[in-house]
């Protein structure tokens, strides 16, 4: 689930973002690692749809092509919305203090708190 409004600003063409993700999707299979999808919404924050988090309307399409349980799930995120999507949806919340991060947990508010706060993913 990857906001991506550079694409509404001009700042990035789709078929470079796309690259971008064929890349993510090789390098997570060549390490066997399994993904189901890449939900990207290229809205621009100030014409969002529901799709754009903390929206849940990409997580609520992955629910149903997947069949998931989304509180089985983990929402692992550097961003505040990233965390607010997670939680309004049921599920366990883990920041990454990687990319955005750090400043997101120096700016959460008292009512969104990961369950999870790790330094990175590796």
Request: aromatic share 4%; net charge negative; with cysteine.
């Amino acid at each position: 689930m990857t906001n991506q409004s550079g694409v509404a600003r001009g700042l990035i063409h789709q078929q470079d973002l796309n690259a971008i993700h064929n890349f993510i999707r090789t390098e997570l299979k060549r390490n066997g690692i399994p993904l189901l999808g890449i939900y990207v919404c290229t809205d621009h924050p100030d014409n969002a749809t529901e799709n754009r988090k903390p929206g849940t309307g990409m997580f609520l399409e992955a629910k149903v092509e997947h069949g998931l349980d989304l509180i089985k799930c983990l929402m692992i995120g550097d961003s505040p919305a990233d965390i607010q999507a997670g939680e309004m949806l049921g599920m366990e919340t883990m920041l990454v203090l990687t990319g955005r991060g750090k400043q997101t947990e120096d700016k959460l508010q008292d009512f969104i708190s990961p369950t999870f706060t790790v330094s990175n993913i590796k």
